[in-house]
């Protein structure tokens, strides 16, 4: 099931990302249903994609708080299928990913694939920016992995030193052993929050924040192939896509992005997918 939140309001350099999810499911049309990696077609399981959800403009807090009761509302008549939520601004993300936690009453971990730890108290004037998403969500628990960080501040940096984070850093990810190292921080039950910049922006130059080093496809297949076979993947958001006139392929990557998580859901995860 796919979930478009098209909900921008604290981007603080590039702009774009409330075009992000119309632009990925236009991209969708042109990926192929056939994927040899799993010899199947994830497709065949039934994709369903829900209206987009407008959210308040009355403020970022309010505008969360509005997507957290939503959210609730829609895992409660999902049953078993695999949300996708597709932003939009990275401040979405503590909405589903703190869903997960109460309803799961915190045996869950949050994987977060990102250039930044996003664990800022407070940033440009609200302490609900994209900057702050995650320290939001460790108010309420400390099971939250990072992987590719290249930017940071000296503050984020001690929050993730004091609360004992697992924190792969992009120059570390040309080591052996990191794959591991997440999958031996994670929980059995994982959420997977996926913000673009993950990538290096010669892949995906089409975000908002762009950091070099990044990881490149196959760091991402390798990394989501393993946690989606050895863990219970409950659900997934993928943000920061800022689509450019005339640059289609950062759109594709990321439409093709969320049919593989799909496709390793399909195999591993939850009963049903969903597109």
């Not at 603080?12 to 992000?20: A, E, H, L, P, Q």
């Not at 369903?48 to 403020?59: A, D, R, S």
């Not at 490149?216 to 989501?224: E, I, Q, R, S, Y």
């Amino acid at each position: 099931m796919i979930l478009p939140i098209p909900y921008e309001a604290t981007t603080s350099w590039g702009t774009g990302t409330r075009y992000g999810p119309a632009a990925i499911i236009d991209a969708s049309r042109y990926v192929e249903w056939y994927d040899e990696e799993l010899d199947s077609e994830p497709c065949q399981l039934g994709i369903h994609t829900l209206p987009e959800i407008t959210l308040t403009m009355q403020g970022p807090r309010l505008a969360i708080a509005e997507l957290r009761t939503l959210y609730d509302d829609l895992l409660t008549v999902a049953g078993d299928r695999f949300i996708v939520g597709l932003g939009g601004e990275h401040s979405i993300s503590s909405a589903p990913a703190l869903a997960w936690v109460d309803r799961l009453e915190g045996d869950v971990s949050i994987l977060q694939f990102d250039a930044h730890t996003d664990v800022r108290q407070s940033y440009h004037g609200t302490e609900w920016n994209h900057g702050c998403v995650t320290r939001r969500i460790l108010e309420h628990t400390t099971e939250v992995v990072f992987v590719g960080i290249r930017a940071q501040t000296n503050e984020e940096r001690k929050v993730v030193v004091d609360r004992n984070l697992t924190c792969v850093y992009a120059h570390e990810m040309r080591k052996s052993d990191w794959i591991d190292r997440v999958l031996n921080a994670l929980k059995k039950n994982v959420y997977i929050t996926f913000d673009v910049d993950f990538f290096d922006p010669s892949l995906i130059p089409a975000t908002g924040a762009p950091e070099p080093g990044g990881g490149d496809w196959w760091d991402a297949m390798d990394l989501l192939a393993a946690v989606f076979n050895e863990c219970n993947v409950v659900g997934a958001d993928v943000v920061e896509l800022s689509p450019r006139n005339g640059e289609e392929a950062s759109a594709f990557t990321v439409a093709k992005l969320v049919y593989k998580m799909i496709g390793f859901s399909s195999q591993h995860g939850k009963a049903t997918a969903t597109k």
